[in-house]
């Protein structure tokens, strides 16, 4: 099983709240990602990382922003949440040269409301 | 618009049976196929992927068939069991080698194996 890890698991907050989500790795890897995914649906990239100090945005506009400042950490952010944000968030990683083996965490389960 | 199709989005099998899922792509020049399994309340986890120049990768139970004329690939579990219930991605990529690779995914395959 990867060592990759999230929390909160479930969060359930009002609207206009400041929320972080936390991804943490353990596995030294590089590349970081952050998918949104309603459930039983298709993965959205909305960030991903290379390497401390770097980020990028995915395919799907996201009113989120990230930060890499260790290499096993890559935290969420929403600066004032909407019901629209609703959604499970998986956070991934894989080794630089091998983009396509992602070890993803287990989720946020965020509610909005 | 949508890179990658991915057909059925549910699927009910008896115990025992074959699952089918199927996944057709037009940008010719993805060169790395995964297929992801997702349990409830999990992240995706890799099961079994295959690049374009083998028309067929086996693992246990798990067999990836790939098209390459055809622009689609398929995932076959024989002996479909109880415990093989899940959502079912499948992906692809492209690009050189190295950090600029991205996964682009289907949207996945609800498979529910009947005891």
């Known amino acids: 099983e990867a060592d990759i890890y999230q929390t909160p698991r479930y969060l359930v907050i009002g609207t206009g709240k400041k929320i972080t989500l936390e991804c943490s790795q353990t596995m030294g890897h590089d590349k970081m990602y952050w998918y949104q995914q309603d459930p039983g649906m298709e993965l959205h990239l909305i960030h991903y990382s290379y390497g401390v100090n770097s980020t990028e945005k995915g395919d799907l506009s996201s009113e989120s922003t990230v930060s890499r400042i260790r290499t096993e950490h890559f935290p969420l952010t929403l600066e004032s949440a909407r019901p629209s944000h609703t959604s499970q968030y998986l956070c991934a990683s894989s080794e630089i040269g091998q983009a396509e083996t992602q070890y993803f965490g287990p989720g946020t389960r965020l509610l909005v409301l | 618009q949508q890179q990658v199709k991915q057909s059925p989005q549910s699927l009910i099998v008896q115990k025992g049976g074959i699952s089918i899922i199927n996944c057709a792509y037009e940008?010719?020049?993805?060169?790395?196929f995964p297929w992801y399994q997702q349990f409830p309340g999990k992240g995706p986890a890799l099961l079994i992927a295959i690049r374009p120049d083998v028309s067929e990768k086996k693992e246990g139970r798990f067999t990836i068939s790939f098209n390459k004329s055809a622009k689609q690939f398929s995932l076959h579990i024989m002996d479909s069991q109880p415990g093989d219930s899940a959502t079912y991605f499948c992906?692809?990529?492209?690009?050189?080698?190295?950090?600029?690779?991205?996964?682009?995914f289907g949207s996945g395959t609800q498979l529910t194996v009947l005891p």
């Open positions: 992906a692809a990529s492209e690009g050189p080698s190295g950090s600029a690779r991205q996964l682009t």
């Open positions: 940008n010719t020049a993805f060169d790395y």
